[in-house]
């Protein structure tokens, strides 16, 4: 149980277009999902906390437009890279809430060339 | 604001040794305890919380993890590692309704 996904797994895309991330919970249903991005060997970078029916929180730094967050539903929540640049490749991880515990995703790598 | 260390970057290991990753956090209130795995270009796979209840938790792969409340530590242990067993370790705390802490990680390497 608790299984999240993700899609797509990676992309490749040229720079000034826009990459949509999906992540969704398989068997249960999440009002709070979290977006993070990882740097290579580094830790988890906490982005935003999607919640269901409202506005994403972004944490500090985290361009609102350039990172654009919507969770249209209780197993979905979606991540859109706008205009995406060089500087924006990376490895996306999502989660989910379920019963006090974030479960994630495989994570989505990016790059842009 | 809560923080978590992960003193050990790496912890080198050979293969049926045991191992023990140190996880301290702060915070003066009570806080949930994780303990995620990471492998290469993979997601966090949960391997073991604390909610409440027994201080000792066993997760998946046979590792376990001790909450110490006095000592605010959370070190994950397995009595005997395998290769497979290499992998990123991620320690995380949270308290309440706020966010994850994570830990910056240490590399599990285990070799023949």
């Known amino acids: 149980g608790a299984v999240v996904s993700q899609h797509p797994s990676r992309v490749i895309c040229k720079s000034g277009t826009s990459v949509k991330i999906e992540c969704r919970s398989l068997d249960f249903q999440a009002t709070t999902m979290f977006w993070y991005r990882q740097f290579p060997k580094q830790s988890l970078m906490l982005m935003a906390t999607?919640?269901?029916?409202?506005?994403?929180?972004?944490e500090q730094g985290v361009e609102k437009d350039k990172f654009l967050i919507n969770h249209a539903s209780l197993t979905l929540s979606t991540l859109t890279v706008t205009s995406a640049h060089p500087e924006d490749s990376s490895f996306y991880i999502c989660?989910?809430?379920?019963?006090?515990?974030?479960?994630f995703g495989p994570g989505t790598r990016l790059l842009v060339l | 604001a809560q923080s978590v260390t992960q003193l050990d970057s790496q912890v080198p290991v050979f293969e049926e040794a045991p191992v023990e990753l140190r996880c301290n956090y702060s915070s003066s209130v009570s806080v949930y305890l994780f303990w995620y795995v990471q492998y290469p270009n993979q997601g966090l796979q949960l391997l073991l919380k604390y909610l409440s209840g027994s201080t000792l938790v066993k997760g998946i792969n046979g590792f376990e993890a001790e909450f110490n409340k006095s000592q605010t530590s959370f070190h994950l242990r397995k009595p005997s590692v395998h290769i497979s067993d290499t992998a990123e370790y991620f320690c995380a705390v949270r308290r309440g309704y706020s966010t994850l802490t994570f830990g910056k990680g240490t590399m599990l390497l285990v070799s023949p």
């Open positions: 999607s919640n269901e029916g409202s506005k994403a929180t972004y």
């Open positions: 989660s989910a809430l379920f019963q006090e515990t974030q479960y």
